[in-house]
C-alpha cells in the first residue's frame, strides 16, 4: 500500500509509526465487526418479517379452524344428549304415574285377610326360614311377625320377606332370637289372619 508523498510512515515519529501499521494490519476486522454490529442493530428485511407473520396468521388461523370443527362436535352431541335426556324424562314420568296408579290398586285391594295370606304364604316359602317358627298379624296394613329364630340374620330376613309382600305398608318385628334348635321344637300353632 502506497502513501502520498511525504505523508508516509517513515516520516512519522517510531511511536506514530507502530500504531499506524496495527491500525493497517487490523482494519478489516474492525470493518467487519462494525458491519457485523450494524446488521444486527438493524431491522429485520420488511419481506422475511411479513411471510413470517403470514406464517404465523395461517397457523393461528389453522388453530381456530380446528378449535370451531371440535365446538360444532360437541354442540352436535349436546343436543342428542338433550333429546336422549328429554325422551328418558318423558318415559321415567310416564312410569311414575303407572306406579302410582298400581299402588292405588294395591291398596284398594289388599285388605287385611288377604295380606295375612300373602306375608304368611312368603315366610312359609322362603328356604332360608324353613326351620323359623315365625307368625304374622296384620291390621290396617301394618304386619306384626311374632316367633323364634334361630339368629339376628334370620330375624332380618324375616322382616324383608314381609316387607316385600304387595300392599304391605310397615313391618314391626317381635321375633325373639333363641338357640336354632329351640325354635325347630317352638312351631306355633296354625296362625290366625286378626292380630
Known amino acids: 500500500m502506497g502513501w502520498p508523498m511525504g ?3 517513515e516520516r512519522w515519529p517510531f511511536s506514530e509509526q507502530v500504531e499506524a501499521v496495527t491500525v493497517m494490519k487490523y482494519w478489516p476486522f474492525a470493518i467487519a465487526l462494525v458491519l457485523a454490529l450494524g446488521l444486527a ?3 429485520p428485511d420488511p419481506e422475511a418479517a411479513l411471510e413470517e407473520a403470514s406464517a404465523e396468521l395461517e397457523t393461528a388461523r389453522s388453530e381456530l379452524s380446528g ?3 371440535g365446538v360444532r362436535e360437541i354442540r352436535h352431541k349436546m343436543r342428542e ?3 336422549q335426556l328429554a325422551d ?3 318415559i321415567r ?3 311414575q304415574r303407572y306406579v302410582s296408579e298400581a299402588e292405588a290398586l294395591v291398596t284398594e285391594r289388599a285388605s287385611d285377610d288377604v295380606l295375612f295370606r300373602a306375608v304368611q304364604r312368603r315366610l312359609l316359602e322362603d328356604s332360608a326360614l324353613a326351620d323359623a317358627a ?3 298379624h296384620v291390621s290396617a296394613r301394618i304386619v306384626t311377625l311374632r316367633g323364634e329364630v334361630g339368629s339376628a340374620r334370620l330375624r332380618e330376613r324375616a322382616v324383608e320377606v314381609a316387607a316385600k309382600a304387595p300392599g304391605v305398608s310397615e313391618v314391626v318385628s317381635e321375633l325373639e332370637v333363641v338357640d336354632g334348635s329351640a325354635a325347630r321344637r317352638a312351631k306355633p300353632p296354625a296362625p290366625s289372619p286378626e292380630g
Open 93 to 95: 314420568r310416564e312410569a
Open 41 to 43: 442493530c438493524a431491522e
Open 7 to 9: 505523508s508516509g510512515p
Open 81 to 83: 344428549l338433550e333429546e
Open 88 to 90: 328418558a324424562e318423558r
Open 67 to 69: 378449535a370451531d370443527a
Open 134 to 136: 315365625v307368625t304374622a
